[in-house]
C-alpha cells in the first residue's frame, strides 16, 4: 500500500515539458512562453521522503488560465443562482425585465430605488421598507421591481407578489397557512404590490393583517405599492383596515409617486404608431 502511494504521488510530482520549455539556471524547469519556472524544490525532509528534489509548480500563464476557469465557473454560478432566485422571487415573469437598465428615466423618484439598493445592508439591519403610494400607472410597480431585480443580481432572495396571489395561496392550501406565511417571512426582502386591490371580505382582510403582522415581527423590511391615498391609510373608516394600515405606516416610509400614467402615454404611443403604419 506504502509502495502504491508513493507511485501516485511521484506521478503527480512529474512535469511533462513542453516543446519551448527549457532549464535555467538553477537547474528548474521554465515555461518557454512566460519563462517563470515550472517546478520548485522540496524542502529537504519532503525530498528525502519522496526521493525527488523537486516536484510542479504553476508558471505566470498556467495560473492565469487557472484563474480564468475559475473565474468563469464562478460567473456561471452566480448566474444560475440569480436565475434561480427571478425564478422564485416574482409571480409575473414579465418583472425580470422591470429593471434600472431598462428604466426610460420618466420616473423622478427612482433615485430612491437607487439608494435602496446601495444602502441595502442598513435596509435590511434597521429594518426600513418604503410605502410607495400615488395614481395608477405612475411607475410604482416597476420602481418596486428595479429594487428587487438588483438586489437579485447581489444574489438577495427578494419576493415579489400581492395578496390576490397570496389569498389564492391560502385558500388552495389551508392546513399549511401558518407554514406559507412563515416562507413568505424568511425573504429578507418582501414586496407587496399593488396593495389594497385584494378581496375585502373578512377572511382576506384577517389574511392580509396576518402577513403584514407576521412580516413586522420577522423584523424583515417590506416594500409596498398601492393605489390608496396617504390620507385614507392614515385615517381608516375601521378597526380592520387600522391595524394593517398602522402596521404598514410603522414599518415603510411613504413615498409619493406623481406625475403622468405611464401606462396611458404607452397606450398613445402604440396607437400613434399604429396610424403612421396606417397611412
Request: hydrophobic share 35%; proline share 4%.
Amino acid at each position: 500500500m506504502s509502495n502504491l502511494f508513493t507511485e501516485r504521488v511521484l506521478n503527480m510530482t512529474a512535469v511533462t515539458p513542453q516543446p519551448e520549455d527549457y532549464m535555467g539556471e538553477d537547474g528548474l524547469l521554465y515555461c518557454g512562453k512566460c519563462h517563470t519556472p515550472k517546478e520548485t524544490y522540496f524542502p529537504e525532509k519532503q525530498a528525502a521522503l519522496f526521493g525527488r528534489d523537486r516536484h510542479p509548480a504553476e508558471c505566470d500563464c498556467q495560473k492565469a488560465q487557472r484563474l480564468e476557469r475559475e473565474a468563469a465557473e464562478q460567473r456561471r454560478k452566480h448566474l444560475d443562482t440569480v436565475e434561480d432566485l427571478k425564478r422564485r422571487g416574482f409571480t409575473n415573469p414579465t418583472m425580470q425585465e422591470w429593471t434600472f437598465a431598462n428604466d426610460n428615466g420618466k420616473c423622478p423618484q427612482m433615485e430612491i430605488a437607487h439608494f435602496y439598493v446601495e444602502h441595502w445592508e442598513i435596509m435590511r439591519e434597521e429594518n426600513i421598507g418604503y410605502l410607495l403610494w400615488g395614481k395608477v400607472g405612475t411607475g410604482k410597480s416597476y420602481f418596486a421591481g428595479c429594487i428587487a431585480n438588483a438586489l437579485m443580481e447581489q444574489e438577495v432572495a427578494v419576493r415579489m407578489t400581492n395578496f390576490s396571489a397570496i389569498l389564492n395561496d391560502l385558500t388552495a392550501s389551508f392546513e399549511g397557512r401558518n407554514e406559507y406565511i412563515e416562507r413568505l417571512c424568511r425573504f429578507p426582502l418582501l414586496i407587496i404590490d399593488d396593495f389594497g386591490m385584494e378581496r375585502g371580505t373578512e377572511y382576506g382582510l384577517e389574511q392580509v393583517y396576518n402577513v403584514i403582522d407576521s412580516r413586522y415581527r420577522s423584523r424583515k423590511p417590506l416594500i409596498v405599492t398601492t393605489n390608496l391615498t396617504l390620507d385614507s391609510l392614515q385615517n381608516p373608516l375601521d378597526t380592520a383596515h387600522a391595524r394593517i394600515y398602522d402596521r404598514l405606516l410603522e414599518m415603510c416610509a411613504p413615498i409619493l409617486f406623481t406625475g403622468e400614467n405611464f401606462r396611458r402615454e404607452t397606450a398613445q404611443a402604440k396607437l400613434n404608431r399604429l396610424k403612421e403604419l396606417m397611412k
